[in-house]
């Protein structure tokens, strides 16, 4: 069920691809952001995915699926 290696699977198939990025700290979440842009997915690594109009939002959604 983790789909880290998904995007590398499927490079080539033709399948449009959102951009992925494995975030493991807030700095790293901020530059993400920065460079994928507003709205933005915070996905944990099995089933939970929330959608964040702003950064603040985005760090807050991280925390909560940092903390399980």
Do not use: C, H
């Amino acid at each position: 069920r983790d789909k880290s290696s998904l995007n590398e699977k499927l490079i080539g198939s033709g399948v449009n691809l959102p951009e992925t990025m494995v975030i493991q700290d807030v700095n790293s979440l901020k530059l993400a952001v920065e460079k994928i842009g507003l709205p933005f997915f915070v996905k944990g690594i099995y089933y939970e995915a929330y959608l964040a109009y702003s950064l603040e939002e985005a760090i807050g959604y991280f925390y909560r699926l940092s903390s399980k």
